[in-house]
């Protein structure tokens, strides 16, 4: 069977088409195919990228609202250690503030000033005296936070070392409305 030129014609082109084809198939769709899969993965790796060094600033906007509420709850304890609170209150606020600096609490004593200091009609003074274990820096925090408020006043230091742990002892003055 002889071909004649338009089926020869034909038939090239078919082949032509036929390797076009299957050159698409199985070479240049696999690698597409293979370069979205690979794109996919850098978006992947770069949004954990930027989360780990914060580039985005999410982290640093979570910490932010942090900050925030925790200014506000500050703010709403320190207007009522204006006012005359029960032992119980200065407890929980002081311990409270230990925690908040890493350190633990060991002991907490309340006692009233001295007796022989002038007595105000508004206002009363107590000494508050901590017993906390934890590092010099965690110390010097809560000292640094202490020394912020208007009300509180460091009276007294002492630190003694046990092994690695250092025992800290504060006595704080503090100053409020007589209830």
Same mark, same amino acid.
């Given at each position: 069977?002889?071909?004649? &030129?338009?089926?020869?014609?034909?038939?090239?082109?078919?082949?032509?088409?036929?390797?076009?084809? $299957?050159?698409?198939?199985?070479?240049?769709?696999?690698?597409?195919?293979? @370069?979205?899969?690979?794109?996919?993965?850098?978006?992947?790796?770069?949004?954990?990228?930027?989360?780990?060094?914060?580039?985005? @600033?999410?982290?640093?906007?979570?910490?932010?609202?942090?900050?925030?509420?925790?200014?506000?709850?500050?703010?709403?304890?320190?207007?009522?250690?204006?006012?005359?609170?029960?032992?119980?209150?200065?407890?929980?606020?002081?311990?409270?503030?230990?925690?908040?600096?890493?350190?633990? &609490?060991? /002991? $907490?004593?309340?006692? &009233?000033?001295?007796?022989?200091?002038?007595?105000?009609?508004?206002?009363?003074?107590?000494?508050?005296?901590?017993?906390?274990?934890?590092?010099?820096?965690?110390?010097?925090?809560?000292?640094?936070?202490?020394? /912020?408020?208007?009300?509180?006043?460091?009276?007294?230091?002492?630190?003694?070392?046990? @092994?690695?742990?250092?025992?800290?002892?504060?006595?704080?003055?503090?100053?409020?409305?007589? @209830?």
């Amino acid at each position: 069977m002889k071909l004649q &030129p338009n089926e020869k014609r034909l038939l090239t082109i078919l082949a032509f088409v036929a390797v076009i084809a $299957l050159s698409f198939q199985y070479l240049i769709f696999p690698e597409i195919k293979k @370069g979205q899969e690979l794109a996919t993965q850098n978006e992947n790796l770069n949004t954990a990228y930027d989360l780990l060094i914060n580039k985005d @600033g999410k982290a640093s906007q979570l910490e932010a609202s942090y900050e925030v509420e925790y200014g506000k709850l500050n703010n709403l304890l320190d207007k009522s250690l204006s006012s005359s609170l029960k032992d119980e209150d200065l407890d929980r606020y002081f311990t409270q503030m230990i925690i908040k600096h890493g350190l633990k &609490p060991a /002991s $907490l004593t309340i006692e &009233p000033f001295d007796k022989d200091s002038i007595v105000y009609s508004t206002i009363t003074q107590v000494y508050v005296t901590l017993g906390v274990d934890g590092s010099l820096e965690q110390l010097v925090a809560l000292m640094t936070d202490i020394g /912020s408020k208007p009300f509180l006043k460091i009276h007294n230091l002492d630190t003694t070392q046990k @092994g690695e742990e250092y025992n800290h002892t504060l006595k704080i003055e503090l100053i409020m409305l007589k @209830g």
